[in-house]
Nanobody, 113 residues
Framework: QVQLVESGGGLVQAGGSLRLSCAASGTIFSINAMGWYRQAPGKQRELVAYINSDYSTNLVGSVKGRFTISRDNAKNTVYLQMNSLKPEDTGVYYC???????WGQGTQVTVSS
């Protein structure tokens, strides 16, 4: 059974940084594309970034230039480095295996103005 466990969320002031981690188990991590989604209060879950098995990455919309996604296959972990955080980045951040219906429990990120 695939398990994804996110960590690293918290409360930060605007302009600050956080690093999220997602530890995966129960899957051949290295062959899967991994992604981060977020869900703001009252809004739909949206894709933030994903990283392919060849380490190519894609960041979506307003996070370009501020966020970085990376992976460590030896640790079965994917990371989301978030810099220059804005209040609109507030939400619950979820890790997922792209193309499969596996999700972590989410980690809360709150950015104060």
């Amino acid at each position: 059974q695939v398990q994804l466990v996110e960590s690293g969320g918290g409360l930060v002031q605007a302009g600050g940084s956080l690093r999220l981690s997602c530890a995966a188990s129960g899957t051949i991590f290295s062959i899967n594309a991994m992604g981060w989604y977020r869900q703001a209060p009252g809004k739909q879950r949206e894709l933030v970034a994903y990283i392919n098995s060849d380490y190519s990455t894609n960041l979506v919309g307003s996070v370009k230039g501020r966020f970085t996604i990376s992976r460590d296959n030896a640790k079965n972990t994917v990371y989301l480095q978030m810099n220059s955080l804005k209040p609109e980045d507030t939400g619950v951040y979820y890790c997922t295996v792209i193309g499969q219906s596996y999700w972590g429990q989410g980690t809360q990120v709150t950015v104060s103005s």
